[in-house]
């Protein structure tokens, strides 16, 4: 395993890290104070749109999707460092880049498994910036972190699905320019295979039936640069048959094929938000003092910043050797190390960033410093994309079998 970067890594992390320098970092206060002048919270702010523009400009963009047809043509262990930077900045630097979810999963699907129709008229748009769109799966009216649980049907009636649900957390849906749900639902709920019950199935946000019912909080936020986390009801909705993506049936495999590289794009800039919580926790340890001497002299603060470094380093490491063995052996034969890096990165990063509030006193769990909203995405993390006991469960079974 050889971990060193390529020439074209090291010529996009420079770009990127001026680009976050320059322009990312300067934004974040312009955008919030831009927000809060806007018509609708769920707006765009204009700096993004101009940030959006620049980072096109420079070559910055779609770097996500390895498909050189339609992205950068990067590796997972070429864009793993370049994810690491835009975590710095996750509620604005993804987007920027057109790198954030759920957008990214969603046109990994359309480019592996949609038809051209589909990829002409979702695809291309979405590659574009010029349309948002949002994954709807988890329920709550069912565990849905087993994803045979979900209730929502899609009916075949002539040439149409019939589309009846009741999504939650449906990330990006309160954003106005969400124009397309990727929809999973059962076509066969009665099927003998549970993993062949299910379909994915494109739902425009015009379509009659479609209501977007209100914005989930996340430990109080509302999470506006993300396009919100929508409840979605879905009431007779009717769509053509030719909107299902792949084949009826095939829902539970695309799911599964879509979260693979979801999981270690999370983890990738997780770590980022990791390096941003421990710049803020040495800046502020240099310049405070208490009890007669600067918080860098408390050994207890040393300890804090000391074990982070520790922490972050061991978490790359895994997280590029996922990455590589996702580009050597595939997403399935890195199953174990994608399991392992879901299970540990956001853990200890909320750990991480948990140290930095508290070395930041009240100010820590302020407005006026990124670590509360970015602990808030980190802990969130330790249920999206499946909760940690899910991959726990999993990788233990994997462990033992050996012994069985």
Known sequence: MDFSYDARTEDLRAKLLAFMDEHVYPAEAVAEEQRARLASPWDTPAVVEELKAEAKRQGLWNLFL???EYGAGLTNLQYAPLAEITGRSPHLAPTALNCAAPDTGNMELLAQFGDEAQKKQWLEPLLAGEIRSAFAMTEPEVASSDATNIETRIRRDGDSYVVDGRKWYISGAMNPDCRIFIVMGKTDPDGPDP???QSMILVPR????VEVRRAMQVYGYEDHSHGGHAEVVFDGVRVPAANVVGEEG????????????GRIHHCMRLIGMAERAV?????RAVSRTAFGKPLAQQGVVQNWIADARVTIEQ?????????WLMDTVGN?????EIQAIKIATPRAVVDIIDKAVQAHGAGGVSQDFPLAELWAAARTLKLADGPDEVHQRSLARRELKQYL
């Open 250 to 261: 095939g829902g539970f495999a695309i799911a599964q094929a879509r979260l693979g590289p």
């Open 315 to 323: 978490l790359r490491l895994l997280v590029l050797k996922t990455a």
């Open 66 to 68: 390895p498909d050189a």
């Open 332 to 336: 399935r034969g890195a199953h174990t």
């Open 206 to 209: 015009d379509t009659p039936g």
């Open 279 to 283: 710049e803020l926790m040495c800046r």
């Open 195 to 197: 993993r062949r019950q």
